[in-house]
C-alpha cells in the first residue's frame, strides 16, 4: 500500500478491501472503497437503540477490538458521544412524527396507559397517537414515554398528560382518549375535558372518554372466574410454579408427560394475575396435563395440594366457554388494521353467549355467567355509540347487522330508542364532518346514509338467521339490492363463518 493509500485510511475517508471469490481461505484483498466516520457512528446508535444495548459497550475493550477487525479505519466513539448520537437519532425521528402527524387532516385519537419498572418500581406513562394518514393508512407511534413521581392521582396524571398533549400541539386536534378502567383514570378524564378548548372536542367531548374494550373484557372475566373456581385456579398456579421451579423438575415433568400424554406438546405457562387472557393460556394448557400432575402428586412427596378432580372438571368446562373472549381479545388487540368495526357484533354476540350460559347444566356455570352479565351491563348496557357507528360505515353490515343484533338484544320499546340513538349519533357525526369541511349536511337528507342491507357476519350460530333476516330487509327495501347483487351479499356471509362448538347449545365468538 502506497503512503498516499495509508493516508486517506486513517482520515477515514476510504479503505481498500475486497473479497476474493474464489479463495477457500476468505481472504480479502486491496481495492477501492469509500467510508464515512458518521455513517459508522449513526449505524452503531442504531443499534444499541434496536437491540437496547448499554451505552457503556462502546469502551468495552472486546468490543473496540472486534471493531478494529472489521474496519481499521472507524473510530469508535466514547460513551458521552455516543449519547449525543443517540439523542440526535432521537430527534430526528421526532420531527418525521411530528411531520406526519402535520400531514394528517383528520383527528388524532390517544391511548395511555401507567407502566411499572419492576426493577425501580417507579410508574412511567406511555401516550400513544392513532390516526388515519394522508394515504388512508392507520398509523399508531408512541409520543411520549415519561416518568411520573409518586403519587398517581387524578391530578398528577392529567397534568403529565396534558403537558404530554401540548408539548406536540394536539390540543384542537384530539378526537379521543382512551384508558382503562379505573375510578382514577375516571377522574383524571373529568379534569382533562375541562382544560382543552370545549368546541375542539368531538361532538364537544361526548366521546372524549373512551374505555379500554380489552380491559372491560379482562374485567368481565377476572370476576367471573374469582366467584367460581379462584381456588382451584390457584392450586393450578401453584402446580405449574412447583413443576417450572428449576431446570430438574421441569425435565421430570416433561419426561412423565411423554409417557403419558405425548400427543401434548406445550409446555407449562405461568400466568400474569392482572391479564385473564394469560391466566386463560395458563389453565388450557394445564388441563391438557392433568393425568400427569397426579401422576406427580403420588411420586413426590415436595409436591403438595395438587389440583382436586372436580377443580379440573370446572376448570375444564369453563375454558371451553372462555374461548370465545380468547378470541375477542386477540382481535381487539390489533394493531396493523382497523378493529372498531368488529366490536360492535363481537360484543353483541358475547352478549348472547353469556345469556346462553344462564341456562347450563351446571351451576358453577350459571353462576360464571351471572356475575359476567352484570359486569357487562355495567358497561356496555348500552352499546357505545362509536361501535355502532363504524358498524354501519363497514359496507358488509351497514345498519342491517345493528337491527338484527339489537333484536335479539332488546325488547321492543328499548329495540327502537338504541336504534333511534344510533342512527341520531351518525347524523350528528354528518354534520359535524360535513360542517368541518365547508359543506352543508342536513340531518334530515336521508341520502347521506345508506342504512340499508348488510352483507356478512361473523358468528356460524346466526348465519342462517341473519341470511333470513337480509332477506327480508331486501323484501322490504323495494328491490334495494338487485337479485344478483343480493345473491353474491348471501354468497359472502355464507362463505365468512366457521363454527364454534360451546357448551349447551350456545354458540361463541368466531373469528375469521
Known amino acids: ?14 479503505v481498500w478491501y475486497k473479497k476474493n471469490l474464489n479463495d477457500k481461505n476468505d481472504t480479502m484483498t486491496l481495492a477501492p472503497y469509500e467510508f464515512h466516520q458518521e455513517d459508522g457512528r449513526r449505524d452503531l446508535a442504531e443499534m444499541i437503540i434496536l437491540h437496547e444495548y448499554p451505552i457503556s ?4 475493550i472486546g468490543f473496540r477490538k472486534y471493531s478494529k477487525t ?59 397517537s392513532h390516526f388515519i394518514d394522508n394515504t388512508w393508512k392507520l398509523q399508531s407511534r408512541i409520543i411520549r414515554f415519561l416518568y411520573v413521581p409518586a403519587p398517581h392521582t387524578a391530578e398528577v396524571l392529567a397534568d403529565a398528560l396534558k403537558e404530554s398533549i401540548q408539548s406536540w400541539n394536539l390540543d384542537l386536534r384530539l378526537s379521543s382518549i382512551t384508558v382503562d378502567n379505573c375510578s382514577t383514570n375516571d377522574a383524571m378524564m373529568e379534569i382533562l375535558k375541562g382544560v382543552f378548548p370545549y368546541g375542539s372536542l368531538l361532538l364537544r367531548g361526548d366521546f372524549f372518554h373512551m374505555r379500554c374494550c380489552a380491559h372491560i373484557l379482562n374485567l368481565i372475566v377476572q370476576d367471573g372466574l374469582s366467584a367460581v373456581v379462584s381456588n382451584g385456579v390457584q392450586r393450578i398456579r401453584d402446580s405449574v410454579v412447583f413443576w417450572t421451579a428449576s431446570d430438574k423438575r ?61 377443580d379440573w372438571e370446572k376448570v375444564e368446562k369453563i375454558c371451553e366457554h372462555l374461548e370465545v373472549f380468547s378470541k375477542t381479545t386477540l382481535n381487539f388487540s390489533g394493531t396493523n388494521y382497523p378493529t372498531a368495526n368488529l366490536y ?7 352478549r348472547i353467549a353469556i345469556s ?15 356475575i359476567m352479565l352484570q359486569k357487562y351491563n355495567k358497561y356496555w348496557a348500552s352499546v357505545n355509540g362509536l361501535m355502532g357507528v363504524a358498524t354501519i360505515l363497514d359496507p358488509r353490515y351497514k345498519m342491517a347487522l345493528i337491527r338484527f343484533y339489537f333484536a335479539k338484544i332488546f325488547d ?72 344478483d347483487e343480493y345473491a353474491k351479499l348471501v354468497g359472502e356471509l355464507e362463505e365468512g363463518f366457521e363454527t364454534c362448538d360451546i357448551d349447551s347449545g350456545t354458540s361463541g365468538l368466531c373469528t375469521e
Not at 84 to 100: G, H, Q
Not at 413 to 437: A, N, T
Request: with cysteine; charged share 30%; net charge positive.
Open 70 to 128: 472489521l474496519q481499521p479505519g472507524f473510530k469508535v466513539p466514547s460513551r458521552n458521544t455516543t449519547r449525543k448520537d443517540i439523542m440526535k437519532r432521537y430527534e430526528l425521528e421526532k420531527e418525521n412524527v411530528a411531520t406526519l402527524l402535520r400531514k394528517a387532516k383528520g383527528k388524532i385519537a390517544l391511548t395511555t396507559d401507567m407502566w411499572t419498572a419492576d426493577n425501580q418500581r417507579k410508574g412511567y406513562m406511555a401516550v400513544t
Open 250 to 310: 421441569v425435565q421430570r415433568f416433561e419426561q412423565v408427560a411423554k409417557q403419558i400424554t405425548p400427543e401434548c406438546s406445550r409446555k407449562l405457562a405461568l400466568d400474569c394475575k392482572t391479564r385473564w387472557n394469560s391466566t386463560y393460556e395458563m389453565l388450557s394448557i394445564a388441563t391438557s396435563y392433568k393425568e400427569v400432575f397426579v401422576v406427580l402428586s403420588a411420586r413426590n412427596n415436595l409436591y403438595k395440594n395438587p389440583p382436586t378432580p372436580e
Open 356 to 370: 346462553g350460559w344462564l341456562l347450563s347444566p351446571h351451576d358453577y356455570v350459571r353462576k360464571m355467567a351471572d
Open 344 to 350: 360492535f357484533p363481537k360484543i353483541c354476540a358475547l
Open 1 to 14: 500500500m502506497s503512503k498516499e493509500s495509508m493516508s486517506r485510511s486513517s482520515t477515514n475517508k476510504n
Open 412 to 483: 321492543e320499546h328499548d329495540f327502537e330508542i338504541e336504534i333511534s340513538r344510533i342512527s341520531d349519533l351518525l347524523r350528528r357525526l354528518v354534520d359535524e364532518y360535513g360542517s368541518k369541511m365547508g359543506k352543508t349536511q342536513g340531518s334530515s337528507n336521508q341520502q347521506a346514509f345508506d342504512l340499508g342491507s348488510s352483507s356478512k357476519s361473523n358468528e356460524e350460530t346466526f348465519m342462517q338467521e341473519f341470511a333470513e333476516f337480509l332477506q327480508q330487509d331486501k323484501d322490504s327495501n323495494c328491490g334495494e339490492f338487485k337479485d
Open 57 to 60: 459497550m462502546v469502551e468495552h
